[in-house]
C-alpha cells in the first residue's frame, strides 16, 4: 500500500508555518535521523502546544511512502524544558546544538547524536547559567568527537610535550589540526600569516576536556573550571566546531555576546 504508521522517540528541532492552518515540523529520532513531517490542524489542534522546538518524546508518525510524505498523528511530550522560556542562554544553546545537529546531519551517527542532544537539553534545562555555560562545552567537545575531528589533548601536536600542567600555555593551531606548547608557539608567532590561527588555552582547561573523554559524566559535572580557563576553553572550542563544520553556524554570530 505504500502507507504505514509508525512511532519513535523524538526531539523537535524547528516548527514553521505552512499555510493557513498547517505546520512543518523538523526532528530527530535514533532510528529515523532528521526528518520532516507535516502537523495539520488550526490552533484549536491540541498537538500545536506539544510539538514545540527541543519537546522531546514519542511521536506517531502517518507516512506515505509514495509521496515521500510524513505526517504527524500524536506526540507524546516527556520532556518540555520550561526552563529555556526564562533563560536566553539556554535557549541560544540549545539553538546552537539543533543547529549543529541539522547541518552535520547528526554526524553519520543518528543513535549516538539523538543520545547526546536529548542528554543535552536536559541536562542544562535543570542547570544554572553557569552550568549549563559547561555543559554546553562538553556537549561541543562529545559531539567534535562523533564528528572524528576532536584534538588531543594529552600532548603537544608538534613535539609530543605534556600540555596538561595546571598553569601551562598551550595554543591551538589550526595549521597544525592540534594543541601545541609554549616553545613551538615560540616558533608559529614569528610568522604573522600564522598568528591569527593560534588560540590560547591553558593546563587547566585541556584536563577539563581530557575529562570529559575519560571520566564519567556525573563526575565530570563535579569539576570546578576557573573563568579564564572556562573563557579560553570556550574560544578553542568554537574557533575548532566552526572550522570543522565546513559551513557557518548562523547561531553562533547572532547569539555573540550571550553564547
Known sequence: MGERNKCTQAVILTVREQGENNRNVCAVSPDLGIFNALLYGGPKNKLRSLVQPFN??????????????????????KEFHPSFRDDIYKIYAANLAGELILKTKCAGENQKAFVLLNAFLNGIDLSSEE???????????????LLGVQPDVHQCSECGKNILEPHSRSFYSEYSSGF???????????SLALRSELIETDGEALAYLMAVNECSPGTV???????????????????ILENSVGTLLNTLKSGEGIL
Not at 601545541?180 to 614569528?190: A, F, K, L, S, V
Not at 559535572?221 to 572550542?237: G, L, W
Open 131 to 145: 552550568e549549563a555555560r559547561l555543559g554546553t562545552l562538553r556537549f561541543l567537545w562529545r559531539y567534535l568527537a
Open 56 to 77: 522531546s518524546g514519542n511521536i506517531w508518525l502517518y507516512e506515505d511512502e509514495s509521496r515521500h510524505s510524513k505526517k504527524i498523528t500524536d506526540f507524546d511530550s
Open 221 to 239: 559535572r563535579r569539576m570546578k573550571v576557573s573563568a579564564s580557563s572556562a573563557y579560553k576553553m570556550k574560544r578553542a572550542v568554537f574557533h
Open 180 to 190: 601545541i606548547c609554549e616553545d613551538c608557539w615560540q616558533t608559529y608567532r614569528e
